[in-house]
Nanobody
Framework: QAQLLESGGGLVQPGESLRLSCAAS????????PAWYRQAPGKQRELVAG???????TYADSVKGRFTITTDNAKNTLYLLMNSLKPEDTAVYYC??????????WGQGTQVTVSA
């Protein structure tokens, strides 16, 4: 069964950085591209970063210029480098396939808390 394991979250101060990792049990994102999502308390899950069908990166407007999504296909691992974190980035972060295609079972996510 396909599994996603997110890690790397934590409590940081505004302006600091974190790198999230998503370990996949094999090439389970294939043939679709992976993506990062987040869900803040009381809000719906939203797309944060991903890859388009052409392989280009795409980001939510709120994180453009601050977040970077990358992959290590050899390790079946997805990363999200988050710089200049803001309190509004506080959420549980998840990885999965890009929107519009069959999604995998959601993992437990990793909590990111940005607070002074």
């Amino acid at each position: 069964q396909a599994q996603l394991l997110e890690s790397g979250g934590g409590l940081v101060q505004p302006g600091e950085s974190l790198r999230l990792s998503c370990a996949a049990s094999g090439s389970i994102f294939s043939p679709y591209n992976p993506a990062w999502y987040r869900q803040a308390p009381g809000k719906q899950r939203e797309l944060v970063a991903g890859f388009t069908v052409t392989g280009a990166t795409t980001y939510a407007d709120s994180v453009k210029g601050r977040f970077t999504i990358t992959t290590d296909n050899a390790k079946n691992t997805l990363y999200l480098l988050m710089n200049s974190l803001k309190p509004e980035d506080t959420a549980v972060y998840y990885c999965n396939r890009r929107p519009g295609v069959p999604l995998l079972q959601w993992g437990q996510g990793t909590q990111v808390t940005v607070s002074a």
